[in-house]
């Protein structure tokens, strides 16, 4: 049985010789490696689709969300501030604003009370923040998909690319560096991209999970203090 270490030198000794371009590796790689490969890089491609889509879409959110809630804090009168909530589809206490203005509206029909306001306040409100924090969310668990499994299936590739290298060598009986050194670099492709493929991945669910949960946490601060002018209008009137 031959060494390793052997196998590892014959195969950094073929790659410094320049035994050929990524491009000729991926060309030579087998049937299984090629289909990790493929996959591997569909796997990069998607992420990186849903990164520029949700970085679109969080950082808009985040621009209406700032101005309407600016809005919000100069006690402009309600029915102004539902028709300017038409400006800001990208922001979720827009959203909120108008679902809590409509059980307002309902309340004052009904003739319920201040406490009835509240009560259903907090199951329509939560429940407008979810969804819109859902939509915020949308994809971003395939990042973190991603980002655990591509280097598990990059590295099944170069288990599976070894493992035929040692075949090779079991079937020629050498560790010639041109039988073994190529077969080897090859499969270490599946690891670059596997990792390739993880590192950005990662990076991006948690920048967009770190700025989401603040989000929610200033939605959550919108909510309690719309809730309280709520309650006021109901008892006072629109002033």
Known sequence: MYHALDILSAAVEAIDRGSGSAASLVGETGLVVRLVLLLLVGMSAVSWAVIWTRWRLVRRTKRDSHIFMGLFDEKNNLERLREQSKDFPFAPPAR?????????????????????????????????????????????????????????????????GI??????????????????????????????????AAIPAVLAYNSFSNTIDRLSGQYDD?????????????TFGDG
């Open 163 to 196: 493992m035929s290298s040692f075949q090779q060598i079991r079937t020629q009986q050498t560790v010639d560096i041109g039988v073994v050194g190529g077969g080897i670099s090859e499969a270490l492709i599946a690891t670059a991209v596997g990792l390739f």
């Open 96 to 160: 909120i604003f108008v679902a809590g203005v409509s059980e307002l509206a309902r309340c004052r029909r009904h003739q319920i009370s201040a406490d009835e306001l509240e009560k259903a306040l907090d199951a329509r409100l939560i429940k407008v923040k979810r969804d819109e924090l859902d939509r915020l969310t949308r994809s971003i668990p395939f990042l973190a998909s991603t980002g655990s499994t591509a280097p598990f299936i990059g590295l099944f590739g170069t288990v599976w």
């Open 222 to 234: 919108f909510i309690e203090f719309l809730k309280v002018r709520l309650r006021h209008e109901l």
